[in-house]
């Protein structure tokens, strides 16, 4: 049996990122990167390229999953945020 390329991540909660406005949405980390809290994880544009806004990482976390679809209503899904589980959190 192979062993994996990398530990799992244990995550204490995950939640979705929101959009509050809607346009072509660019989501820039992949799946299964960290990102850091400020760091730059999406944006929205008009039909014009003009951006409308950057969103950034509320906290620091593993991304799980994200939107794929370019065009984004109000209120549509960015990404979804695992927040890691401390040493002390972790029961197995």
Not at 15 to 31: A, K, R
Request: charged fraction near 20%; aromatic fraction near 8%; proline fraction near 8%.
């Amino acid at each position: 049996m192979k062993s994996p390329l990398s530990r799992p991540a244990i995550c204490r909660h995950a939640y979705w990122v929101f959009s509050d406005t809607g346009g072509i949405l660019s989501v820039q980390p992949n799946l299964g990167d960290w990102v850091h809290r400020g760091q730059p994880i999406a944006s929205l544009r008009n039909i014009f390229g003009d951006l409308i806004k950057e969103y950034l990482a509320p906290e620091d976390g593993l991304l799980i999953g994200k939107s794929s679809d370019p065009i984004n209503q109000t209120g549509g899904r960015i990404l979804y945020l695992g927040v890691p589980a401390s040493e002390g959190e972790i029961k197995i």
